[in-house]
């Protein structure tokens, strides 16, 4: 029997997950890494607080735009040599940013590195499900995407620490070496699995001519602005608390990424008790709530720090139930296709977000605007998420579920 043949589950998946798991939270270390070594980049690149921030926007649009695309090209390719060239690529890109001396080079490094991760991302959840079949499919998704909450937890402080003792430099190739090792492992432990994900990308995109889906994703991208505008200029924003401490700043990136992950698995409880809709809509009220509450708090450390937790909580509570309410109006066998453009969405309004922080930085210096102006985006989003999706019934038609079914109202 081949590698080809061979039914999903028939593999020793463990280990082969684990890897891909690896491979994730070195992709999102690679993505929020950036974020607390801004203010060394900045020093030694000779660039403002605002074009050091478009090294976290290229790599968010890199992945918003190219992802949809590289999958579409790779598609028919054996996952293994999907995984290795996108984890190759992550590699080389953060070699090119850390040995680079330039800022349009360490820029252009980083769509490089987006890249890859875009490709990377696409194919590892996918490929973890195939390994450990239908019994196991839910554990080893847990798996892979568990990576990605490690490196909020993890990769960002450590990577900022690794900066701020040894130049950022340094924590790049860190990045790079550890990316370098997964490709290796990889192209030994994964068989050449082929998943015939051969969808072209008119069809990858076609999800978007449904109104419904539209409408999320714009609640994705309104909120994710808001998300990630202090985020993004987290040591601009919160300077007076930090005083150029990297430590400092490392604590706040490491609460953030706690307080998400309990975020993150709190909402998949919610979701499942109240339904995603009212999660996403008390998420994002949330996230407007923090962010105006920061604003007298933030040249107190210890009062930072708790709001920091409070909004990891609330920001990571909103990608999970998204996720679930988008799925319910995937087209047949297209569950993965809709959930990929929630996710590029996501990126998207990283990389807006960055890009508004950045005109706001330039335009007036004053980094305590981006707090309201995250909190009107946050509250946008709630205000359509409520709106958009009210049951049809509201407007005098007949009433509807989130799910697409008819609601049954008593008499």
């Not at 660039?47 to 649009?61: C, P, Y």
């Not at 889906?213 to 202090?230: C, E, M, N, S, Y």
């Not at 047949?332 to 929630?342: D, H, I, M, P």
């Amino acid at each position: 029997m081949t590698e080809k043949e061979r039914t999903p589950g028939a593999y020793p998946w463990r280990a082969r997950t684990a890897v891909l798991t690896l491979g994730t939270f070195v992709v999102g270390t690679d993505g929020f890494i950036i974020v607390g070594l801004l203010p060394e980049i900045r020093e030694t690149l000779h660039v403002s607080a605002a074009a050091a921030g478009q090294l976290v926007s290229v790599f968010a649009l890199a992945y918003a735009l190219l992802g949809p695309v590289l999958a579409a090209f790779t598609g028919r390719w054996p996952r293994r040599r999907v995984l290795v060239a996108g984890v190759a690529l992550l590699a080389a890109g953060n070699a090119v940013t850390a040995s680079a001396h330039v800022y349009g080079l360490v820029l252009a490094s980083r769509v490089l590195a987006g890249s890859g991760a875009a490709l990377f991302v696409a194919s590892a959840v996918a490929t973890a499900a195939h390994l450990a079949g239908d019994q196991r499919r839910g554990s080893a998704i847990a798996m892979v995407t568990a990576g990605a909450t490690l490196s909020l937890v993890l990769g960002a402080p450590l990577g900022t620490l690794v900066g701020g003792a040894w130049g950022w430099q340094t924590a790049m190739w860190f990045v790079a070496a550890v990316a370098g090792a997964v490709a290796v492992v990889l192209a030994v432990l994964l068989p050449p699995i082929r998943l015939e994900q051969g969808a072209a990308l008119r069809q990858r995109i076609a999800p978007l001519t449904d109104r419904r889906v539209l409408r999320i994703l714009v609640v994705t991208l309104l909120a994710f602005i808001g998300i990630f505008l202090p985020f993004t200029y987290m040591s601009a924003v919160f300077a007076p608390a930090v005083g150029g401490e990297q430590v400092r700043l490392a604590l706040l990136l490491l609460v953030f990424g706690v307080a998400a992950t309990a975020g993150n698995l709190t909402a998949g409880w919610l979701t499942d008790r109240y339904g995603p809709r009212r999660v996403v809509i008390g998420a994002t009220v949330g996230v407007a709530a923090v962010f105006v509450v920061m604003l007298p708090i933030r040249e107190v450390f210890v009062l930072v720090v708790i709001a920091e937790a409070l909004s990891g909580v609330v920001s990571y509570s909103v990608i999970g139930p998204q996720q679930h309410r988008i799925i319910a109006h995937a087209p047949a066998e297209g569950a993965s296709l809709v959930t990929s453009l929630n996710t590029s969405t996501g990126y998207l309004g990283n990389f807006l977000a960055s890009i508004i922080g950045a005109v706001i930085l330039t335009t007036t210096g004053s980094a305590v605007l981006l707090l309201p102006i995250a909190a009107a985006f946050a509250a946008f989003a709630a205000f359509l998420a409520w709106w958009l999706s009210r049951p049809t019934g509201e407007r005098g038609g007949k009433a509807v579920s989130e799910t697409g079914k008819p609601v049954t109202t008593a008499k």
